[in-house]
């Protein structure tokens, strides 16, 4: 038994350690120098290059190193029928958590308008509603959205989570369904995206969300790229019937040169950088699903294709 991996920003050390410690023994191989292929049955990836994944035959499951797997079901010819795991590490989720509270915040409590000021030498103070009175929305209840939507409930907000199916957490309005897709866009005065990109998301973020959005709201993007409608958000942003946006995916990463979000003013830029994979915990996560594998089990979370995550 043999585990392929390929991350070209990866410390070494850190995952080999995580390997040894975790019982998946020594024998790690690269792309470079895979060895008897037939032997690789666990391959742990970011972004394998094209084609590179069906050359291995024995392999049983494949462990993406980051919550999203589109880095390894875009290659067309990637071995559909072998498992993927998605990592589900508890450092990444607190990062979203944090990012998510922090631009919430920051456009709660006026901080843009303050930064302004400031460049102007203004000392002018403005109101904010009660955390209770400020709604939030959020889109996705996976671990991430969880998360945030539980850290925003006890920070006193009011806060609605929206998923495909229905979901609960005490104290959050948990609405699902088509059906009620409306219902949340139109309570957020922040509307935070956390769904993954599949068909059915892909361009969700458009003109007719906005739209419905209540005048002056805010939106937080640190799903996918693909989920927004740029050009509809640029009109939003230009009418002012939507007030500020937080933007961390993009369709093109690194975002383009001639991108007009750059120069926006009311658009905050972070380069996909809302939940970065720690290395040591991630390590720990995956060696530990690899051991669980080696033993018989079944590791977590496996991709459902039909739903693309």
Same mark, same amino acid.
């Given at each position: 038994?043999?585990?392929?991996?390929?991350?070209?920003?990866? !410390?070494?050390?850190?995952?080999?350690?995580?390997?040894?410690?975790?019982?998946?023994?020594?024998?790690?191989?690269?792309?470079?120098?895979?060895?008897?292929?037939?032997?690789?049955?666990?391959?742990?990836?970011?972004?394998?290059?094209?084609? %590179? $994944?069906? #050359?291995?035959?024995?392999?049983?499951?494949?462990?993406?190193?980051?919550? =999203?797997?589109?880095?390894?079901?875009?290659?067309?010819?990637?071995?559909?029928?072998?498992?993927?795991?998605?990592?589900?590490?508890?450092?990444?989720?607190?990062?979203?958590?944090?990012? +998510?509270?922090?631009?919430?915040?920051?456009?709660?409590?006026?901080?843009?308008?303050?930064?302004?000021?400031?460049?102007?030498?203004?000392?002018? *103070?403005?109101?904010?509603?009660e955390n209770a009175d400020r709604r939030i929305s959020v889109?996705?209840?996976?671990?991430?959205?969880?998360?945030?939507?539980?850290?925003?409930?006890?920070?006193?907000? #009011?806060v609605t989570g929206w998923a495909r199916?229905?979901?609960?957490?005490?104290? @959050?309005?948990?609405?699902?369904?088509?059906?009620?897709?409306? !219902?949340? +866009?139109?309570?957020?005065?922040?509307?935070?995206? /956390?769904?993954?990109? !599949?068909? #059915?998301?892909?361009?969700?973020?458009?003109?007719? @969300?906005?739209? *419905?959005?209540? =005048?002056?709201?805010?939106?937080?993007?640190?799903? &996918?790229?693909?989920? /927004?409608?740029?050009?509809?958000?640029?009109?939003?942003?230009?009418?002012?019937?939507? %007030?500020?946006?937080? $933007?961390? +995916?993009?369709?093109?990463?690194? $975002?383009?040169?001639?991108?007009?979000?750059?120069?926006?003013? &009311?658009?905050?830029? !972070?380069?996909?950088?809302?939940?970065?994979?720690?290395?040591?915990?991630?390590?720990?996560?995956?060696?530990?699903?690899?051991? $669980?594998?080696?033993?018989?089990?079944?590791?977590?979370?496996? @991709?459902?294709?039909?739903? =693309?995550?």
């Amino acid at each position: 038994m043999a585990i392929l991996f390929h991350w070209s920003d990866a !410390t070494q050390e850190i995952w080999l350690d995580a390997f040894k410690n975790a019982g998946c023994g020594t024998d790690i191989r690269s792309l470079e120098s895979p060895g008897n292929r037939a032997e690789i049955e666990f391959a742990v990836v970011w972004a394998p290059p094209a084609g %590179q $994944l069906k #050359a291995f035959p024995g392999l049983k499951y494949i462990f993406s190193i980051g919550a =999203g797997v589109t880095h390894i079901t875009l290659d067309p010819e990637w071995p559909a029928k072998v498992p993927i795991v998605r990592l589900q590490d508890r450092l990444l989720v607190l990062d979203m958590s944090c990012h +998510v509270i922090h631009w919430v915040l920051h456009f709660h409590r006026h901080y843009a308008r303050y930064a302004c000021q400031q460049a102007e030498r203004q000392w002018l *103070r403005h109101s904010y509603p009660e955390n209770a009175d400020r709604r939030i929305s959020v889109l996705g209840l996976g671990q991430t959205g969880l998360a945030a939507c539980r850290q925003l409930r006890g920070l006193g907000f #009011a806060v609605t989570g929206w998923a495909r199916s229905r979901k609960s957490i005490e104290g @959050v309005r948990c609405l699902a369904g088509e059906a009620a897709f409306d !219902t949340v +866009v139109h309570d957020a005065d922040i509307l935070v995206n /956390l769904l993954p990109l !599949t068909d #059915a998301t892909t361009n969700i973020l458009d003109a007719t @969300v906005f739209d *419905r959005m209540p =005048g002056g709201s805010f939106l937080i993007n640190c799903g &996918r790229g693909g989920s /927004l409608c740029d050009a509809d958000l640029l009109d939003a942003l230009e009418s002012g019937h939507i %007030q500020g946006a937080a $933007l961390d +995916v993009f369709r093109e990463e690194p $975002l383009p040169e001639a991108s007009p979000y750059w120069n926006h003013p &009311r658009v905050h830029i !972070t380069p996909h950088a809302a939940a970065p994979t720690n290395e040591r915990s991630a390590a720990e996560f995956i060696a530990a699903q690899i051991r $669980l594998a080696m033993d018989g089990g079944r590791p977590a979370p496996v @991709v459902d294709l039909s739903r =693309g995550y």
